[in-house]
């Protein structure tokens, strides 16, 4: 059985991170995320480079799309239904992209019934992933949101030096317990 477990162990270790050859994963328990241990300088220096890379690339940009009152008229908003969030749209463009391209992706939502003159705090995350491993943390910003429509953009661009396949970002929103997620994907194309 602790055979089973340890070659378990070396599969996941060893086909978490294909494309930063000579990286070891290392989960951090009372953490948010991953660091890695690596095996080499060169590994090292693959894996601050990818990250330095993504991190260096991204703009963001916020914006109120509706007002009270064209949230309300659209989503037609009852005031007996109090703190509303409600999902309105996503998007990720490009589909396919090469090493070095910027992809885009966007998330609309509605915040009605906050009675505050600030509004209501509202967390914002955007992930990327590769297969089923979180790659890198693209955004995680906690923001007063007043009635209305909004809209968050972040534009990210693929390393030059990273492995072709389908990634995913999963982009999400919270607040006052109630949590929206999406998922959708870009395919890196051969070099």
């Known amino acids: ?6 070659l378990l162990f070396f599969f996941v270790i060893f086909s978490f991170f294909p494309f930063l050859t000579g990286c ?6 009372a953490g ?3 660091s890695y241990l690596s095996t080499t300088p060169e590994a090292l220096a693959k894996v601050d480079a990818y990250f330095a890379d993504i991190d ?6 916020f914006n109120k799309t509706s007002t009270e009152s064209q949230t309300k008229k ?14 309105v749209g996503y998007e990720l463009s490009p589909k396919e992209v090469k090493p070095g391209d910027k992809v885009t992706v966007t998330i609309q ?3 009605l019934g906050a009675t505050s003159d600030s509004g209501i705090e509202v967390e914002e995350n955007k992930t990327l992933w590769f297969g089923d491993h979180q790659t890198a943390v693209l ?3 906690k923001v007063s949101r007043k009635n209305g429509t909004w809209e968050s953009v972040l534009t990210f661009q693929v390393p030059v030096k990273v492995q072709a396949g389908k990634y995913k970002v ?3 929103i919270s607040s006052n317990d109630k949590v929206f997620q999406t998922f959708d994907s870009f395919e890196i194309a051969s070099k």
Request: aromatic share 4%.
């Open 32 to 34: 948010a995320g991953a």
């Open 170 to 172: 999963k982009q999400s």
């Open 1 to 6: 059985m602790k055979t089973r477990k340890k």
């Open 139 to 141: 955004a995680n910003d």
């Open 56 to 61: 260096r690339s991204i703009q963001r940009r």
């Open 109 to 111: 939502y509605a915040v």
């Open 24 to 29: 070891l994963p290392v989960i951090i328990a």
């Open 74 to 87: 659209q989503l037609e908003y009852k005031k007996s239904q109090g703190l509303v969030i409600e999902l």
